[in-house]
């Protein structure tokens, strides 16, 4: 039980990294169109 949550921790991590890297990408191209 311990084997998969530490699994099911690792992809959750992987998937907000994932997510926040591509927000941050957008919000970078934003910011950058609007100067």
Do not use: P, T, W
């Not at 890297?21 to 191209?29: H, T």
Request: glycine share 6%.
């Amino acid at each position: 039980l311990k084997d998969l949550f530490l699994n099911v921790n690792g992809l959750l991590q992987f998937y907000l990294r994932n997510i926040l890297s591509k927000g941050i990408e957008k919000f970078m191209l934003v910011h950058a169109e609007r100067q």
